[in-house]
């Protein structure tokens, strides 16, 4: 069990975390602050370790592989909250780019999804035994990375993501990390850019399959923000089109856009906070120590989806988040579905070099 803790400023005004058993914690700058809040609940490794274990016993395996024997390449684990308008086109998408397996955590209330991708190979599909326990999603999708991806890739997308690297319209996913192992790079850093289109989403009329990113073309292209921590490593990112609209009056309280969303997963490789956060914490960095690195954007569509799958989302990424005071991205979705978005600035994703224009995607020393 975990020390009791607290997050509290001391009298040189500088943030602390205190536990019960006297350690302490300093933050001294915004990002640090944020840091620990996002870690409140999750302090050691081997308390992960432990909750991801656990995990095993609340599990069901309805469809597919079993674990990740025999596979070869990258792996996706994704939560499913029950919108199947979507998969055709994530398979798809995620297909094309390289994807060898997908693991779903089916979280939707009718539980469905193994009937609807029964007769796919490439797709292995887990349920929560109580449903209720929401804060089980973020240590039941740990689980699956290690029992599928241990010592090799894994990709963790929301089934509304778009996943964009530079140059990936034309290259594979096996490239990039082909390329990031060259680099001695175990993870690339990545920015969750909410899409809308000319309308509000909640006016949009889609098929019963259709390709998302036809209805939410736009993208704030300016507005961004990057806070470092005092070393310089940890990069805490807000802005967007959430900020613009739903935090102009307090734009440091916006949600987090950071995440860390393609990881080479080893032993004591875990997320503690939904995807925006990870021990060790050199998986939190955004470049290496000489040079900067390639990093990678979420395209992020879920103001398409119906209110109830976005009132799942929201209910696990706050559990996951493990704090009141980070709000979650997907209750600002909720919130934006009938508004008109689309502004003068708004700029429209073609392709990667969109976002490489405005400074939302690094290049690195890739070419």
Not at 19 to 37: C, P, T
């Amino acid at each position: 069990m975990l020390p009791a803790r607290s997050l509290v400023k001391n009298e040189d005004g500088k943030v602390e975390l205190r536990f019960a058993d006297g350690q302490k914690q300093f933050a001294d700058s915004f990002a640090d602050d944020m840091r620990l809040r996002l870690g409140l609940r999750s302090r050691s490794v081997w308390s992960l370790r432990l909750a991801a274990a656990n995990q095993r016993h609340n599990l069901i395996n309805v469809h597919g592989q079993p674990n990740g024997q025999g596979l070869q390449g990258v792996i996706a684990v994704v939560p499913y909250y029950g919108d199947h308008r979507f998969l055709p086109w994530f398979l798809a998408y995620y297909r094309t780019i390289g994807i060898c397996h997908f693991v779903f955590l089916d979280l939707s209330k009718t539980s469905d999804l193994a009937a609807y991708v029964a007769g796919t190979t490439d797709v292995s599909v887990w349920e929560i035994r109580n449903k209720l326990r929401v804060s089980d999603a973020l240590h039941a999708l740990n689980y699956l990375r290690h029992r599928y991806a241990r010592d090799g890739w894994c990709l963790s997308v929301e089934p509304y993501d778009l996943f964009v690297f530079p140059k990936s319209e034309t290259r594979h996913l096996q490239d990039l990390v082909d390329f990031m192992t060259y680099e001695r790079q175990d993870h690339l850093f990545a920015i969750i850019v909410d899409a809308y289109g000319e309308k509000p989403a909640r006016q949009i009329q889609v098929a019963e399959t259709f390709s998302p990113l036809e209805h939410l073309p736009f993208f704030d292209r300016v507005g961004y923000e990057t806070t470092l921590s005092e070393k310089k490593k940890t990069a805490i990112i807000q802005g967007g089109v959430q900020r613009r609209l739903l935090f102009a009056d307090k734009p440091m309280n916006a949600p987090l856009l950071n995440c860390a969303p393609l990881v080479k997963i080893k032993r004591d490789y875990y997320y503690t906070s939904a995807t925006r956060q990870m021990v060790p914490d050199h998986l939190n960095h955004a470049h290496s120590e000489w040079h900067t690195s390639i990093s990678a954007c979420v395209l992020r569509f879920a103001m398409l989806s119906s209110s109830e799958c976005l009132h799942i989302a929201r209910l696990i990424e706050a559990a996951g988040l493990n704090s009141d005071r980070v709000p979650p991205l997907y209750a600002g979705s909720e919130a934006l579905a009938a508004t008109a978005l689309k502004v003068e600035g708004s700029g429209q994703f073609n392709s990667s070099q969109d976002l490489v224009e405005c400074g939302l995607l690094n290049i690195g020393q890739w070419f």
